[in-house]
């Protein structure tokens, strides 16, 4: 049995009486893409964002490929460093071109040179499809392509896995095939992906696993195309009924 990428062990969260994670059981396997959906407030980015330790875990354990990330005693950011992460805000830095974007972490954490740094950079660029651009500025560019940038730049410090945070929830519809399509190439390169997402056409197609939360909890999970064709739970089926 492989070690999952991503394992989850009775997680609990509070944001002071609040408890938004109740118990959370759950793992991603390498080279797997995981789809959460659930309504807001379910927890799902919550969970998301306590697996690179972004909001500290009440209780519970989660191991990054082996690695327990929430022991007090690990070196939290050379776990991270294989972790990449995608937000629902692209959180680029303004004042800096795409290119200087993808470079500045890989100097700065990676220590690769300027030129080394900048040929990963130019190659991710292309795999997002936005080779030519790299001298824009964010503000130039639309938020369907800042999406990409933002890929492709999680890509540059070359993570064994990816977190997204409902990546396309910010953008207008028709810029939304876009970065769809670059993670379908991304899933199609074996990349292990969890997906916080509203998509249910790209959970349906790309998702090896589809997880359905609700109050804190996972509520059903399982092949995606069969939990959104026949869901078991009723309220798995209301939600469904209101988004398919």
Do not use: W
Not at 129 to 140: K, S, V
Not at 168 to 190: C, F, H, I, W
Request: proline fraction near 5%; aromatic fraction near 4%.
């Amino acid at each position: 049995m492989s070690t999952p990428a991503i394992d989850v062990q009775q997680l609990h969260k509070y944001f002071g009486d609040n408890q938004v994670l109740k118990g959370i059981d759950f793992h991603v396997d390498n080279g797997q893409v995981v789809c959460v959906i659930g309504p807001s407030g379910s927890g799902k980015s919550t969970l998301l964002r306590c697996v690179n330790l972004l909001e500290q875990p009440t209780s519970g354990k989660i191991f990054v490929e082996g690695d327990e990330i929430t022991d007090p005693d690990v070196h939290v950011d050379a776990i991270r460093s294989r972790i990449g992460m995608v937000f629902q805000q692209f959180n680029l830095f303004p004042h800096l071109t795409v290119l200087r974007n993808l470079t500045l972490a890989q100097q700065r954490v990676k220590g690769r040179g300027k030129d080394e740094a900048a040929q990963i950079a130019r190659k991710n660029l292309e795999k997002v499809g936005l080779a030519a651009r790299e001298d824009a500025y964010p503000a130039h560019l639309s938020g369907g392509q800042q999406q990409r940038i933002a890929i492709a730049r999680a890509l540059s410090m070359d993570p064994d896995m990816m977190l997204f945070d409902e990546p396309t929830s910010a953008l207008d519809p028709e810029l939304v095939g876009d970065v769809l399509g670059v993670m379908k190439d991304l899933a199609r390169e074996g990349m292990t992906m969890m997906v916080v997402t509203h998509e249910m056409g790209f959970a349906r197609e790309v998702g090896d696993k589809l997880v359905f939360m609700d109050g804190g909890v996972i509520v059903e999970e399982g092949d995606p195309v069969e939990v959104l064709a026949n869901p078991q739970h009723e309220r798995t089926q209301s939600f469904l009924s209101k988004v398919l």
